[in-house]
């Protein structure tokens, strides 16, 4: 994957500021092939020269990046820019939130008060 583009709201809508979570899967550093990136959001560089393998620091595990504030008129561009030779990286999950509805009061579920 090196670009994505996810519609989250409609033309003449007011923008609105979302966080962006995405999980990847780090391997092992002896054969880490996944190379570095940067992550850009929106057309901007949020997170330069990623390694998975160093930042989660075994093998096989999950590595979680989240990125806040991140302003969207209409669509979310997402893209990856690799760097080296290796065969990048494969992204496992990704939740986008909408900031001015997370904010919002939780549902009381205590039938006491």
């Known amino acids: 994957l090196r670009a994505l583009r996810i519609s989250l709201l409609d033309e003449g809508s007011e923008p609105a500021f979302y966080t962006v979570r995405m999980g990847f899967l780090a391997k092992d550093r002896s054969t880490d092939d996944q190379g570095v990136f940067d992550v850009l ?3 901007k560089t949020v997170e330069e020269n990623v390694k998975l393998s160093v930042d989660s620091g075994k093998a096989d595990r999950a590595v979680m990046k989240e ?4 302003k969207v008129q209409t669509d979310l ?3 990856f820019n690799l ?3 290796g065969e990048g990286m494969r992204v496992q999950c990704l939740e986008i939130i909408r ?3 997370a904010m919002r ?3 009381d ?3 006491f008060n």
């Open 67 to 70: 990125y806040t504030g991140i």
């Open 105 to 107: 009061r939780p549902l």
């Open 109 to 111: 579920l205590n039938p």
């Open 41 to 43: 959001l929106q057309g």
């Open 99 to 101: 900031e001015d509805q």
């Open 77 to 79: 561009d997402i893209r």
């Open 83 to 85: 760097s080296g030779a």
